[in-house]
């Protein structure tokens, strides 16, 4: 809609809109899927009247990228036959990160500051930039560390779960939980990992007391080594696990616990 687009709304992704209105001939945005980006991307995409390409974990061409379909249980190869912008989300944990210094990428795109003067109070009325809270944790990020423990309803309760924080501060590493654990009120739902929680790829991902339901696998699946704990040998966690033990996970944790070095 022509008139909408001249008239941006004051909102990030009306911004974007502007910004592609008055500067043109980008040929690609993308942002991450985090739930800011999920939130922003489509939105634009959709006033620009083009199609996003959403979750794309691999880059095969310009216009050829890989996604997964059915919760991560397919990847599907998307050719974009759309007008320019090329819009994307991508899941940045399924890249690597990329050298910082301009010398060793010299073909490197540039990177620009982008003057939003032209936002006035006026246009911004719809939506303020008010504060950013976050929990206080030495913790590393869940969405981007390099190790990840996570707990299931096997750990029963609140209490118990701090046998999986301390593990995790132990290896200094992030918590993850599933999403029957969040329900049951063990641990926050920032820290569910699945479908409709977190999607991580860590160096290490360890699951205790997890069966390995297909809406969790969609989170973690894509872990660089996975491990998995738990007493049941037929539990599906084993059929992705690289290392799997089938034991008592109030034994194994303990063990664990009392085995590994302090983290340096
Ligand atoms: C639309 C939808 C979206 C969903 N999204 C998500 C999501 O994003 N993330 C998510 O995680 N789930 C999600 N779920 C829920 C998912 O289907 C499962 O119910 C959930 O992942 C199960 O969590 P769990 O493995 O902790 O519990 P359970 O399936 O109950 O498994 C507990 C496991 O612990 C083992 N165990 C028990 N006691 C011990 C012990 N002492 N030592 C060792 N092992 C033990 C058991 O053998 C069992 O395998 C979603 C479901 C739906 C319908």
Request: with cysteine.
């Amino acid at each position: 809609d022509s008139d909408k687009l001249a008239h941006p709304l004051a909102e990030p992704w009306a911004e974007l809109v502007h910004l592609v209105q008055q500067k043109g001939s980008y040929s690609h945005i993308i942002t991450s899927s985090s739930s800011f980006g999920k939130n922003i991307l489509p939105r634009a995409a959709a006033l620009l009247n083009v199609s996003p390409v959403t979750d794309v974990v691999e880059i095969s061409g310009p216009r050829l990228f890989i996604r997964p379909i059915y919760a991560g249980n397919a990847l599907c190869t998307v050719r974009y036959t759309g007008l320019d912008p090329c819009m994307l989300t991508i899941r940045s944990t399924s890249f690597p990160v990329p050298p910082v210094s301009s010398e060793s990428r010299p073909n490197a795109a540039p990177i620009s500051q982008v003057d939003l003067s032209t936002f006035s109070e006026d246009n911004l009325s719809k939506s303020r930039y008010v504060k950013h809270t976050s929990q206080e944790t030495e913790r590393p990020d869940l969405g981007s560390a390099r190790v990840v423990i996570s707990g299931g309803r096997a750990l029963k309760s609140a209490e118990n779960f701090k046998l999986i924080e301390k593990l995790a501060e132990k290896l200094g590493a992030a918590v993850g939980a599933t999403r029957a654990a969040v329900d049951a009120g063990f641990v926050p739902n920032e820290l569910q990992v699945g479908q409709t929680g977190k999607i991580v790829a860590p160096e290490l991902y360890m699951a205790f007391g997890i069966s390995g339901a297909i809406q969790h696998l969609a989170g973690m699946r894509d872990s660089k080594v996975i491990v998995a704990v738990n007493k049941d040998a037929d539990a599906p966690i084993f059929q992705v696990a690289d290392y799997g033990l089938v034991g008592d996970l109030f034994e194994l944790i303990p063990e664990l616990l009392e085995k590994l070095p302090e983290q340096k």
